[in-house]
């Protein structure tokens, strides 16, 4: 999964709308990309209303 799609599936699973593919009681989702010039890196930590 390339760019932005894994937030998107992040925010899916945190959601429970994934279907056969979700993952059981997600709560927190870790999202990590890089590329771009100069190999830049983005991180980001996403989590249910219930664990914020």
Avoid: P
Avoid at 15 to 32: F, I, K, M, P, Y
């Amino acid at each position: 999964m390339y760019g932005v799609f894994i937030m998107i599936e992040a925010v899916r699973q945190l959601r429970g709308e994934c279907g056969e593919r979700q993952v059981s009681d997600a709560q927190l989702a870790l999202v990590h990309g890089n590329g771009g010039t100069l190999s830049s890196q983005s991180t980001a930590i996403l989590g249910t209303q219930a664990t914020l």
